[in-house]
T-cell receptor, first 112, second 110 residues
Framework: TQLLEQSPQFLSIQEGENLTVYCNSSSVFSSLQWYRQEPGEGPVLLVTVVTGGEVKKLKRLTFQFGDARKDSSLHITAAQPGDTGLYLCAEPVGGSNYKLTFGKGTLLTVNP | NAGVTQTPKFRVLKTGQSMTLLCAQDMNHEYMYWYRQDPGMGLRLIHYSVGEGTTAKGEVPDGYNVSRLKKQNFLLGLESAAPSQTSVYFC?????????FGPGTRLTVT
């Protein structure tokens, strides 16, 4: 099973700051999903990236997939307290089209 | 649509007691999953199902059993709870790899 490494593990910033979190692997991703888990809730899918070099935007969130498909980043512009949560990346397991393996996540706290 | 629902939301068990967690989805998804989430360990797959009447072991299946008698329901059972099973349990469902999660059940075993 491919190991997904997320960094940083924890991030605490002030409202209005920008930030970037990362998801890396030693192997090539078939595709990559990003989820956000708010405190006390289940993870919610934000985006799926498939093609190397792909960039997707979701309001103030920008997702990039590395050209070699071995890394991905999530950039948040002008963070708000509502962005607080655990950000998880996940990849389909070994060619499966349904099972996922998850990284351990980046716990983001945005202070007002 | 309610999406994925889980009952109960909270439960406290004594060591050796049994219980069943219920997951229901109204999206007609074929695949369903049970995960546990522990600090520093991330989400770990306990068992999963690829369709009604089927189940399979995930990464951490020991101490748990599952059943999927109806397509919309996936039950997770603990026959003899242990303190190591204190965790937050999430159910998820999917048509393909993009998964939809329930709100979780916080289980404490004393």
């Amino acid at each position: 099973t491919q190991l997904l490494e997320q960094s940083p593990q924890f991030l605490s910033i002030q409202e209005g700051e920008n930030l970037t979190v990362y998801c890396n692997s030693s192997s090539v991703f078939s595709s990559l999903q990003w989820y956000r888990q708010e405190p006390g809730e289940g993870p919610v899918l934000l985006v799926t990236v498939v093609t190397g070099g792909e960039v997707k935007k979701l309001k103030r969130l920008t997702f990039q997939f590395g050209d070699a498909r071995k890394d991905s980043s999530l950039h948040i512009t002008a963070a708000q307290p509502g962005d607080t949560g655990l950000y998880l990346c996940a990849e389909p397991v070994g060619g499966s089209n349904y099972k996922l393996t998850f990284g351990k996540g980046t716990l983001l706290t945005v202070n007002p | 649509n309610a999406g994925v629902t889980q009952t109960p939301k909270f439960r406290v068990l004594k060591t050796g007691q049994s219980m069943t967690l219920l997951c229901a989805q109204d999206m007609n998804h074929e695949y369903m999953y049970w995960y546990r989430q522990d600090p520093g360990m991330g989400l770990r797959l306990i068992h999963y199902s690829v369709g009604e009447g089927t189940t399979a072991k995930g990464e951490v299946p020991d101490g748990y059993n599952v059943s999927r008698l109806k397509k919309q329901n996936f039950l997770l059972g603990l026959e003899s709870a242990a303190p190591s099973q204190t965790s937050v349990y999430f159910c998820a469902s999917s048509l393909a790899s993009e998964q939809y999660f329930g709100p979780g059940t916080r289980l404490t075993v004393t």
